[in-house]
């Protein structure tokens, strides 16, 4: 079992190369730009991770984790897109550089190149990986749409917005982590414990990202601070804020949603502090970690073999960035 | 071998269900609209077609000629959000009905169940499917910028046009025709025989529908009649009518595209009368049709079975929708 870091730059070795042609670079050159911004490549390294905690990794876990990483990037620039966000990773997003029909079309062949890459897989393993990356395709796709719908609704509950994230990011870590594990050739339960662990550490690892979008140190965050707060976006912490907060404040919160104040993402925090947000956000977050090990600890390998997952699992959760 | 007409109902027989989940309603019953607009349902008939053309129909085509057309009208919906269509098979388009960020998430979401489907075939033939069709698929996006990037150049050469239409249109066709053979266990001689004639087909094809943009009856045609003329986009007639106009009709030609007039859509096609390109375009569909044909006629099997093909071919390029 190596590292997450070890895997991670084995994994960047083997992921920092041109993927597509050089003609029209007028589509091809957006794709390289953004796969140039790079990225924590978490998910693909978790992959090769569920592989290794089983066995020695399968040649074709390369190819199914490029898949993920390609996929994981198409729908940021589509996010981006629809989210209208000017920067991702500190520099500026695919649409706000080449236009959005670039962006929407570079989108496009970015998951056909996801696909291009699970294409080479051995047949004997093909049905169950591309059962579950396209499952999980949806379902990320799902989870996009309600977080749309959200925004135009004026409260949001938090088992409403908990299914949300459980759709937009909890099951593409899950996925990837159970992916590693069937290339592995791990048994049905390990891979189902995997993924269960998988989906609870997606929610912690998204409320640390909640959490860094109204507390994070701008010069770490690469991403706007306070776009989230920007854009209405129901978070962890407004949903709860809106649940504790006093009459007074829940009002200058609803005041503060309606407006564009220069102010507006400084007067929310304020808001969420006074709450205790930031603190019940890291007591909520370590609730999901200890869940995602307690599956982890059922999973029946030797429990060394788990240190990198669970070394990586406490990165993620405790990241300023 | 049965004809398209028959296989066209077989298919829509099949096709015509709920592809989608009901839930979220938001993001999947825009693809259940769309898919309802109905259609021409060709190029999956065509992938049916090329399977018989050797040997009876294999259970699995049916799941590629599904993913096909699905994969088509993936590319409907992201191609009209990026033209602003209105209109599409003469109602709404996705985007007008619902937004652009739901059609941008709903032609996502239909590009992953095309993959669904093709997840579904025999690992014994899956490899050469997802090949043929993830290399279409990005030829497609790339014929589609190309088609972007001609729109903003002043003057686009015939050579360069029927390239970016080969990939925008007629590779689509070709890999159709050619998985369904690949799937009736066609040999290779004969698999690239289809594919050029599928291409070549598809060269005709775009040339009538070209021409119907123009020269079309609206009730007839669905689509807004001139609306390539409106959006400025370089098409087989516009290309041809640069190349032959006298000085005057060029300069009226420059000066109309350069305008909004409310009869800018009139005085364009009275050009192009005037240089006779509605003749022309008639005798380059044909042109190409012949050079279909040859590939058509060299594919070693009984020359009858070949009729259904012939005679869609000639369909295509005679419809006037």
Redesign the interface.
Known sequence: MQSFQLLAEKFTLHFDKKHFPEQ?A??YSPNEYFLGLGGKRIRPVICLMGNELVDEINPDAWHVATAIELFHNFTLI?DD??DQAPLRRGFETVHKKFGE??A??A???M???A??Y??KID??V??PI??LF??T??EV??G???D??FEKQEEVSFEDYLKMIELKTSVLLAASLKMGAILGGAGQRNQDLLYQFGKKLGIAFQVQDDYLDAFGEPEKFGKQVGGDILSNKKTFLLIHALEVADATQKQQLKNLLASNDADKVEKIVAIFKACKVDEWALQLKNKYLDEAFAHLEDVAVLSKRKQPLKALAQFLVHRDY
Chains 1, 2 share one sequence.
């Open positions: 029209p007028s589509l589509h897109i629809m029909n670039t929407l079309l989108g496009d062949v998951l056909v190149k696909y291009e699970l294409g047949p004997a093909i049905h591309l059962h396209n499952s395709a949806r796709c799902e996009q749409q309600l749309m719908d």
